[in-house]
């Protein structure tokens, strides 16, 4: 069995296999038709297909060989700039052989440069423009300084929606030949959201099991509790009975191995879906919000949630008491 990553092997090729990001694919379609590139900047969330986007873009652009007229760097590279430029230099040297007098350098992280390496990199990129058109990666825009973002044509992606995503997902599941049950699906958007890359790999984490993908096969691969399951510890708190609702707890956190901070967000997410009025939502939010950043304090993380889960029983108790 051949091991390879499905997250690679359906990554599109050309512009009109992309996932929806339609007004992008559009967009930059038409600047391969009329062979021609501005520097652009490709902003928003992980897995999204910016990537993916700069690589059929060039594809699109030179054809098969696009590889030669393309050059992928990192600029949180601790050598930086000066790569950059290197890069730029000798792309500056070399003609390309078809017709398209530029190359395209694909610049990731481009929010983690320092604002100095920003002002170099757009000396660089105003220099070498006949040479070199630059796609700027980010996942803030608002990380660039104003005088390259200005230079650059915007791109903003935006997490696929549910249903792209599951039609995706279904897809490569039936190319796999992996059986996946509409329950499984849900249960991948449910910790994934649109970032397709998390689906994909997510998905194939599942498949490696060898069995049905259900809910309970995902969220044990993702390492994520079952949304039932917290529903049904937050409701044995809330009926008094703190030291079951307690076991339940450590059960996830020890045997499933769910990260503290996730099952914070997973409560979160829960407890505005209980039947309890609004205040006390409300009221239990700021709980929530407190041990959450408790959490990301270094605090631990059994301890952190056995006080929620008890002041949940708490004020239950009140609650009923009237
Ligand atoms: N819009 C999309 N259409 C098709 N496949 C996608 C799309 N977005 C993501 N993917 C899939 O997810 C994988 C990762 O996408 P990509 O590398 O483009 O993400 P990214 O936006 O660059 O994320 P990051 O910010 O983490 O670098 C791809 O290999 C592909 O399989
Ligand atoms: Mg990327």
Sequence with gaps: MSFEMWAEKYRPKSLNQMVNQ????????????????PHCIFAGPPGTGKTTAALCLAHDLYGEAYRENLMELN???????????ATVKTFARVRTLGEIPFKILILDEADNM????????RRTMERYTGTCRFVLIANYSGKIIEPIQSRCAPFRFT??????QEVHIKYIAEKEKVDLTEDGVNAIYDVCRGDLRRAINSLQAAASLGKPITSETV?????????ADVRAMMKIAMDGNFVEARKRLREMILKFGVAGSDLIKQIHRELFRLDIPENWKINLAEIVGDVDFRLVE???????????LARLTES???LKGG
Excluded: C, M, W
């Design 22 to 37: 339609k007004d992008i694919v559009e967009r930059l379609e038409s600047f391969a038709k009329a062979r021609n590139v």
């Design 75 to 85: 600029a949180s590279d601790e050598r930086g700039i000066n790569v950059v430029r």
């Design 114 to 121: 320092t604002g100095d390496a920003q002002q170099a990199l």
């Design 159 to 164: 997490y696929l929606s549910k249903e792209e």
């Design 219 to 227: 969220y044990a691969v993702v390492g994520h509790a079952h949304p």
């Design 298 to 308: 270094g605090a631990d993380e059994e301890v952190q949630l056995s006080a929620f």
């Design 316 to 318: 239950s108790a009140k």
